[in-house]
């Protein structure tokens, strides 16, 4: 016998590659790289590709750094809420340390490269974000007030200003109206989902407007934030971003919200409890559908300008 | 019972550092061609000798 040994614990401390790309949030780059290229190409600037293509590979390496931070941080309530429980840290795949080493290298790379590639606004602003996402939101935020999600969704809602200042190398109205449509967008986004997540949350101690205010209440502010929201949307189809495809999409999809939002805000937790929360997971599937296609037109609009047709 | 001239463990520790390596060629033919592009822009403009000294 020899006394080479091998245990479990040995080869779970071998991550894959996939275990590194996981600790990145990849759903959430997809939707930070969606919105940061709608940010770029709406800009009345163009860009050269070779500049536009790096600069959104920064903005999106920038954000999984920044997913990699908050799974450091958060490890220890991603162990015990069912939706996070099977992320590289929990599962033991990865060890904190070398997510917190990934998330700061990683940090570092994505600013100086954007410095580098588009201009100092622009690293600024990834910079700024990535703090807002992991200091302001992770640390401070999340775990003690109930209002986390509506102030930290501005983290999620910079992309698109920071893919316009990659463009422009300047600030204007309309970035900012983008920002403001995902920073409304994010609370009853949240909230549907932890209306149908029901005990997670709870189980992690985590203030949600569910667990601190009631389910009630968060049926009233998810109406609330919808009404504001369709008032930004649909105001939004009127600037120099907007256009008719743009505000037909608008219409359209927020009288559905509007729609989901009164359904949800007319039940009560019996009825919700005996069709499964049937309506908020519809709503929160239409969410999701909303953002991608509120975006989706305003790109459309961009693309099509040079051929006179899109816009007013 | 045989020993396996690869574990698997190995073989992971393969994948990510071909994975690694992968990445890395890629970072750099990025900042080539980023600096290519910048360099044969337009508005690109090598510093005069008196603003050097």
Known sequence: ?312 | MAIKAEHEIHSRRKGRNVGVGLMLAAFVVLVLALTFTKVTSGDFELPRAEELQ
């Open chain 1, 1 to 312: 016998m020899t006394d080479v040994s091998y245990t479990p614990q040995s080869q779970e401390a071998e991550p894959s590659l996939r275990d590194y790309y996981e600790l990145m949030k990849p759903r959430v780059m997809q939707l930070v790289v969606f919105t940061a290229v709608v940010g770029l190409l709406a800009a009345p600037v163009s860009v050269h590709p070779v500049i536009g293509f790096a600069s959104i590979l920064f903005i999106a390496i920038g954000a999984g750094a920044s997913g990699s931070l908050n799974m450091w941080w958060d490890a220890d309530i991603d162990q015990v809420m069912k939706r996070t429980a099977k992320r590289p840290i929990p599962a033991g795949k990865v060890q904190p340390g070398e997510a917190l080493n990934l998330g700061v290298a990683l940090s570092g790379l994505a600013v100086m490269m954007l410095a580098l590639s588009a201009n100092l606004l622009a690293a600024g602003l990834l910079a700024f974000t990535i703090f807002f996402y992991v200091v302001v939101y992770s640390m401070w935020l999340k775990r003690a007030t109930p209002q986390n999600i509506v102030i930290g969704g501005a983290a999620g809602a910079f992309p698109p200003v920071i893919g316009w200042v990659v463009a422009t190398g300047s600030m204007a109205v309309e970035p900012w109206l983008m920002f403001a449509l995902i920073f409304m967008w994010t609370p009853p986004h949240f909230w549907a989902l932890a209306l149908f997540m029901r005990s997670d949350y709870d189980d992690a101690g985590v203030p949600m407007l569910t667990v601190t205010h009631g389910r009630p209440s968060t049926r009233r502010h998810i109406l609330a934030y919808t009404v504001l929201l369709a008032v930004l949307a649909v105001g939004t189809g009127f600037t120099s971003i907007g256009g008719p495809i743009y505000l037909l999409a608008a219409v359209i999809l927020n009288a559905l919200f509007l729609k989901g939002a009164y359904d949800i805000w007319r039940r009560d937790e019996v009825i919700a409890d005996q069709d499964d929360y049937a309506v908020e997971k519809k709503f929160f599937k239409l969410s999701l559908l909303y953002l991608f296609l509120h975006f989706g037109a305003i790109l459309a609009e961009a693309l099509l300008r040079p051929w006179g047709l899109g816009g007013w």
